[in-house]
């Protein structure tokens, strides 16, 4: 790729994605009912950076016209936020007043301001009472995953334009229910998939809500359902074994092939479920299933793009916990590392997603639907005027992947967009404040406070002339 200035297309918007768990803080009021992230702050705040739990948020149920002004000032043109399942419904699972007024207020602040706002439904945030039930492991919560999905649809389905269902919805499966990582911190591969297969069925059945209706007119005609996951392109060393390639087909297969194919075909990829069953993983398919998952197909995709998945063969067909394991870590010795987040710094990936893409689903529109770069407390370095100086790493960070992108379009990718993961600080899960993305300062020490960093002046340029240099 050449280093040269890139343009990309008039056409191409720029945004912002942000999610309500991690800016709407507030979540003891307005009938909000607990989610896992609160469970988990309630039961042990030690697990957050510096003790800061989910009720932090960013401020923004107070600060939302503030935060879409800065947004449109920056040239962004639209914005991703989801809706709290925990917030909009309550434990009987009809809508509660207040948190449906809350977000027609934040919608209606989004447009007043200019900026569209996109919408999810889901984002790692299952309501406590829920999880009780047998989360996503439970047919039960599949339903009512459905039924929030359609009074969603329903109550602003003549609003909203633009709908997704799930935020990367391999995480969960992976973070709460393999890796031990998150609450309730499980080790169950087995399990993990039963949460895979769950959210698939949920994804489906409120894709063919949204269809019902909008052909009832009760969702707008021109509105589009999309789902968004963190397609991330696995890699292998060079001259690979063939132990290694197997490894890259299952890592693709269980994190994107599974959602590629359910939302282009409405169908799982064959070739991931036989090497589950041959290593005795059996999904807890029900007839009618097929049916209900061929409802799945979108009309469009996001894709949260951070770092490249590299893999190889594993040492060891099972681990300790008696799961089958399919894949380890590969590193590459040429990787460039952001070492605040321990995440590889690869901007070609969104490339070669492209290319991805181009081969093997052709028809589908897409947007870069997060990309960021999170550094510990910004190296804390500032200017006289008190802002951050973020530009020499954030600028570049930014500025590689959108030319990757701009080198996609020219040969044919439909990509029609790209959202800023975090433009103003926010809460990240258990990183809490830890590690800043913003091109807006948020300080906690004086009221969630918004201070535009250095970086604001670049994206605002590059947003607003389709330049990238
Ligand atoms: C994505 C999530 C976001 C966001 C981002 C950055 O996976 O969709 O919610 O948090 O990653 O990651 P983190 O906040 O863990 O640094």
Request: proline share 5%; aromatic share 14%.
């Amino acid at each position: 790729m050449s280093t040269m200035q890139a343009t990309l297309p008039d056409d191409f918007f720029f945004g912002a994605a942000l999610s309500g768990p991690q800016t709407e803080g507030a979540w003891q009021s307005g009938g909000k009912l607990e989610n896992l992230w609160d469970r988990w702050s309630n039961l042990d705040l030690s697990a957050f950076h510096n003790r800061v739990g989910s009720y932090a948020g960013n401020d923004m149920t107070r600060k939302a016209a503030e935060d879409f002004e800065t947004f449109a000032s920056l040239g962004f043109s639209s914005a991703r936020t989801s809706i709290q399942w925990s917030r909009l419904m309550d434990a009987n699972g009809k809508v509660n007043p207040e948190g449906a007024a809350y977000y027609h207020r934040l919608f209606a602040a989004a447009r007043e301001a200019g900026v569209e706002p996109f919408v999810n439904l889901y984002h790692f945030d299952l309501p406590a009472y829920l999880f009780d039930r047998g989360g996503w492991e439970s047919r039960e919560v599949v339903e009512a995953y459905a039924a929030y999905a359609t009074a969603a649809f329903t109550e602003f389905g003549s609003e909203i334009e633009h709908w997704f269902t799930f935020n990367e919805p391999i995480v969960e499966p992976e973070m709460r229910y393999e890796h031990g990582a998150w609450y309730p911190f499980l080790t169950d591969f087995a399990r993990a998939r039963t949460v895979q297969y769950g959210i698939s069925l949920a994804h489906a059945l409120a894709v063919n809500s949204f269809r019902d209706l909008q052909a009832r007119g009760v969702v707008r005609p021109d509105a589009q359902i999309g789902l968004i996951n963190c397609f991330t392109p696995p890699y292998t060393k060079e001259n690979p074994s063939p132990a290694d390639l197997e490894a890259v087909r299952m890592t693709d297969g269980l994190c994107n092939r599974w959602w590629l194919d359910l939302v282009t075909k409405g169908t799982l990829p064959q070739d991931v479920i036989d090497t589950l069953a041959e290593r005795g993983v059996e999904l807890p398919t029900r007839p009618g299933d097929a049916e209900i998952l061929a409802q799945g197909k979108v009309d469009w995709l996001g894709f949260n793009y951070y770092h490249p998945a590299r893999v190889q063969a594993p040492e060891h067909g099972t681990d300790e916990h008696g799961n089958p394991v399919f894949a380890r870590e590969y590193v590459w010795p040429d990787a460039v590392m952001n070492e605040s987040r321990g995440w590889e710094i690869y901007p070609k990936g969104i490339y070669d997603f492209a290319k991805t893409m181009q081969r093997d689903y052709p028809d589908l529109e897409w947007f870069v639907s997060e990309n960021g770069i999170g550094i510990e407390e910004d190296r804390a370095e500032r200017d006289d005027a008190g802002r951050i100086m973020d530009a020499s790493y954030r600028v570049p960070f930014v500025r590689d992947h959108l030319r990757w992108i701009a080198q996609a379009i020219e040969e044919g990718a439909k990509c029609r967009g790209y959202h800023y993961w975090g433009a103003i600080d926010c809460w990240s899960w258990n990183n809490a404040y830890k590690n800043r993305y913003g091109f807006v300062e948020v300080d906690l020490a004086h009221d969630y406070r918004r201070l535009p960093k250095q970086s604001s002046d670049w994206i605002r340029q590059v947003a607003k002339t389709h330049i990238v240099d």
